[in-house]
């Protein structure tokens, strides 16, 4: 608190001085560094990353914050999520009231305290960074979910092209393609290849085609099975290498 001198001070002097001491108690935002991140909860302890000032002007680290609620994307029944850890920088937002209440049950609660703008009532929104930890080569062209430390992304660009690359990609369920599939590099099947339809042949194949431990089938003649009549009537081999 500030305090004035009895002889110089004014009306207005000690009221505007009266709002800086309110203002100062008020919190709203503040960049804040994760210290540790609770997986089950969903809740970070942060570290305030804007000093304060003690009353000797000297520099005040601010105290930590424990059990923040973290702020990811959700609703209608889905969510998205990703790791947060120690190191990560965001904003830190605090509350008008005390929110232990709906905090710990969810539903319209009673302000359990008259704390405003309060240290102890704070949301983290992961993603604020300083200029130091700016993410590099940002695309301009493109919304981008990307590594940080790696090589893997998956991107959709101005002109509706999608991009994926990362070290492996596993599907677990049906996948349609509904216009021209492109495979550059060998492609393996387990469970074997069904074509139907298409113009002219379901299946078309440039070079050579090499079968191993079975046989190609054509309206119920294997390649390797069949026989040709001879000219006596008679049945000729079957195909040798």
Same mark, same amino acid.
């Given at each position: 608190?500030?305090?004035?001198?009895?002889?110089?001070?004014? *009306?207005?002097?000690?009221?505007?001085?009266?709002?800086?001491?309110?203002? !100062?108690?008020?919190?709203?935002?503040?960049?804040?560094?994760?210290?540790? *991140?609770?997986?089950?909860?969903?809740?970070?302890?942060? @570290?305030?990353?804007?000093?304060?000032?003690?009353?000797?002007?000297?520099?005040?680290?601010? /105290?930590?914050?424990?059990?923040?609620?973290?702020?990811? /994307?959700?609703?209608?029944?889905?969510?998205?999520? *990703?790791?947060?850890?120690?190191?990560?920088?965001?904003?830190?937002? *605090?509350?008008?009231?005390?929110?232990?209440?709906?905090?710990?049950?969810?539903?319209?609660? @009673?302000?359990?305290? #008259?704390? @405003? #703008?309060?240290? !102890?009532?704070?949301?983290?929104?992961?993603?604020?960074? !300083?200029?130091?930890?700016?993410?590099?080569?940002?695309?301009?062209? =493109?919304?981008?979910?990307?590594?940080?430390?790696?090589?893997?992304?998956?991107?959709?660009?101005?002109?509706?092209?999608?991009?994926?690359? $990362?070290?492996?990609?596993?599907?677990?369920?049906?996948?349609?393609?509904?216009?021209?599939?492109?495979?550059?590099?060998?492609?393996?099947?387990?469970? $074997?290849?069904?074509?139907?339809?298409?113009?002219?042949?379901?299946?078309?194949?440039?070079?050579? =085609?090499?079968?191993?431990? $079975?046989?190609?089938?054509?309206?119920?003649?294997?390649?390797?099975?069949? #026989?040709?009549?001879?000219?006596?009537?008679?049945?000729? !081999?079957?195909?040798? /290498?």
């Amino acid at each position: 608190m500030s305090i004035l001198n009895r002889d110089t001070a004014s *009306f207005d002097s000690v009221m505007a001085q009266a709002g800086g001491d309110l203002s !100062s108690q008020i919190r709203v935002a503040l960049p804040a560094i994760v210290t540790e *991140f609770n997986a089950e909860r969903q809740t970070v302890t942060l @570290q305030p990353a804007i000093a304060g000032t003690g009353a000797d002007g000297a520099a005040l680290k601010m /105290p930590p914050l424990a059990d923040v609620p973290v702020k990811f /994307p959700r609703g209608g029944g889905f969510a998205f999520t *990703f790791p947060v850890a120690a190191g990560d920088e965001g904003l830190a937002v *605090f509350s008008d009231r005390c929110i232990d209440g709906w905090f710990s049950s969810g539903q319209v609660s @009673q302000a359990d305290d #008259h704390r @405003q #703008h309060d240290l !102890s009532d704070a949301f983290f929104l992961p993603g604020v960074s !300083s200029i130091a930890r700016a993410i590099g080569s940002f695309r301009t062209d =493109a919304v981008v979910m990307r590594q940080l430390s790696g090589s893997g992304y998956v991107s959709i660009d101005n002109g509706g092209n999608v991009d994926i690359d $990362g070290a492996k990609l596993t599907v677990h369920c049906q996948t349609e393609f509904l216009n021209t599939a492109t495979v550059q590099g060998l492609t393996t099947c387990n469970g $074997g290849v069904t074509a139907q339809g298409g113009e002219g042949a379901a299946v078309k194949i440039s070079g050579s =085609a090499e079968i191993t431990g $079975g046989d190609l089938t054509v309206d119920g003649i294997g390649s390797k099975s069949h #026989h040709h009549v001879d000219s006596q009537g008679g049945n000729t !081999s079957g195909a040798k /290498p």
